[in-house]
């Protein structure tokens, strides 16, 4: 019996998923677009890798399940999560194994980056920029689309370049009209995109990366991080060697089983994951505000076949803490919130 553990990584651009051996040896994996539809990408993962799975081996089994990323609560109720951990966390142990001495973490995706601080193997720091857009990866796809420039050919065109211009890029208003002007000047397209590299790279060193020690090993994963034009800015401003893990697009889904896995075996217990079954589910969500106390709480139902299974948003916990099914629907009338955890906005 083929035991396996599956981590997801659910962002705003990506969903990631990755499914490992009891060895953490990757046995597949699936990079899909989110669409604005966590449920919907999480379903459409979930049944090609069990296709796939149900193609290759005679029996297997779901040893355990994590997720991790931006919407990891949502990703973990509709799964039946054993582990649901932070993308700082998840990164890490997964960079750790396959470089055991790395030093920083570079991390920039589709909406969002972040630097993670390693000594000894040990997270001992680490930042997020979810601000600004500028220097992410749907920025990225923005300007080579208005360049006309294929987002696969961006990183080959930008090592083409000879003078390349420099680019603002403390905001991604100031980066883009930036661009516009060096192009009505007559600056070269592979200039221009180079530049645009070199800004980007310089933008995240000054901000995600302010104050912090950089110690090598250098290593850089996330989407962005397939774009060759990227990874030579970093190696110019940092003087060094950076290294892109072989499956750096999906670090955080493996951190992400790597945890699961080592939940479920520490704690004894089976896994809590639902099934592949939760592709053919209907999910729909529903928002309320609350208007029991001042705080105004804009509170949401996670719903699975016409059932709630979760809800969240309430700051004092009054939904959250005190799920009370009638039908299995949410009946507000018979829940009073936790005192402990009544906190008003001011």
Not at 59 to 71: D, H, K, L, M, R
């Given at each position: 019996?083929?035991?396996?553990?599956?981590?997801?990584?659910?962002?705003?651009?990506?969903?990631?998923?990755?499914?490992?051996?009891?060895?953490?040896?990757?046995?597949?994996?699936?990079?899909?677009?989110?669409?604005?539809?966590?449920?919907?990408?999480?379903?459409?993962?979930?049944?090609?890798?069990?296709?796939?799975?149900?193609?290759?081996?005679?029996?297997?089994?779901?040893?355990?399940?994590?997720?991790?990323?931006?919407?990891?609560?949502?990703?973990?109720?509709?799964?039946?999560?054993?582990?649901?951990?932070?993308?700082?966390?998840?990164?890490?142990?997964?960079?750790?194994?396959?470089?055991?001495?790395?030093?920083?973490?570079?991390?920039?995706?589709?909406?969002?980056?972040?630097?993670?601080?390693?000594?000894?193997g040990i997270v001992v720091d680490f930042a997020m920029n979810t601000v600004c857009a500028a220097g992410t990866g749907?920025?990225?796809?923005?300007?080579?689309?208005?360049?006309?420039?294929?987002?696969?050919?961006?990183?080959?065109?930008?090592?083409?370049?000879?003078?390349?211009?420099?680019?603002?890029?403390?905001?991604?208003?100031?980066?883009?009209?930036?661009?516009?002007?060096k192009a009505q000047m007559g600056a070269k397209r592979e200039d221009i995109i180079r530049g645009l590299c070199e800004?980007?790279?310089?933008?995240?060193?000054?901000?995600?990366?302010?104050?912090?020690?950089?110690?090598?090993?250098?290593?850089?994963?996330?989407?962005?991080?397939?774009?060759?034009?990227?990874?030579?800015?970093?190696?110019?401003a940092l003087h060094d060697k950076i290294i892109v893990p072989k499956h750096n697009k999906i670090m955080g889904a493996?951190?992400?089983?790597?945890?699961?896995?080592?939940?479920?075996?520490?704690?004894?217990?089976?896994?809590?994951?639902?099934?592949?079954?939760?592709?053919?589910?209907?999910?729909?969500?529903?928002?309320?505000?609350?208007?029991?106390?001042?705080?105004?709480?804009?509170?949401?139902?996670?719903?699975?076949?016409?059932?709630?299974?979760?809800?969240?948003?309430?700051?004092?916990?009054?939904?959250?803490?005190?799920?009370?099914?009638?039908?299995?629907?949410?009946?507000?009338?018979?829940?009073?919130?936790?005192?402990?955890?009544?906190?008003?906005?001011?």
């Amino acid at each position: 019996m083929k035991k396996l553990s599956i981590g997801i990584d659910v962002g705003s651009v990506s969903t990631d998923i990755a499914v490992l051996d009891i060895d953490e040896n990757l046995i597949t994996s699936r990079y899909l677009r989110t669409q604005g539809n966590p449920i919907l990408a999480i379903k459409k993962g979930l049944s090609s890798i069990e296709k796939e799975l149900k193609e290759r081996f005679k029996e297997f089994e779901i040893f355990s399940v994590g997720t991790t990323g931006s919407a990891r609560y949502l990703a973990g109720v509709v799964v039946g999560a054993d582990v649901i951990k932070n993308e700082i966390s998840a990164h890490a142990i997964a960079t750790i194994k396959e470089i055991p001495d790395v030093g920083t973490i570079f991390e920039i995706g589709g909406q969002d980056s972040k630097i993670i601080i390693v000594r000894d193997g040990i997270v001992v720091d680490f930042a997020m920029n979810t601000v600004c857009a500028a220097g992410t990866g749907s920025f990225l796809d923005h300007q080579a689309e208005r360049l006309g420039v294929d987002i696969k050919e961006f990183g080959r065109l930008a090592l083409l370049s000879k003078n390349p211009v420099r680019i603002a890029g403390r905001c991604t208003v100031f980066a883009e009209s930036d661009m516009i002007h060096k192009a009505q000047m007559g600056a070269k397209r592979e200039d221009i995109i180079r530049g645009l590299c070199e800004s980007l790279v310089r933008n995240y060193l000054n901000n995600v990366a302010r104050g912090k020690e950089l110690h090598p090993k250098f290593v850089f994963q996330g989407g962005v991080s397939e774009n060759i034009g990227i990874v030579k800015a970093f190696e110019d401003a940092l003087h060094d060697k950076i290294i892109v893990p072989k499956h750096n697009k999906i670090m955080g889904a493996i951190g992400a089983a790597m945890f699961s896995k080592e939940f479920v075996m520490h704690k004894g217990t089976k896994t809590k994951f639902k099934g592949f079954d939760i592709s053919k589910k209907t999910y729909d969500t529903k928002v309320f505000y609350c208007d029991k106390c001042p705080n105004n709480c804009e509170v949401y139902e996670i719903i699975e076949e016409n059932k709630v299974i979760a809800i969240w948003g309430d700051i004092c916990g009054r939904y959250s803490g005190k799920l009370v099914l009638s039908g299995g629907k949410l009946d507000r009338d018979k829940i009073e919130p936790s005192p402990k955890k009544l906190l008003l906005k001011k």
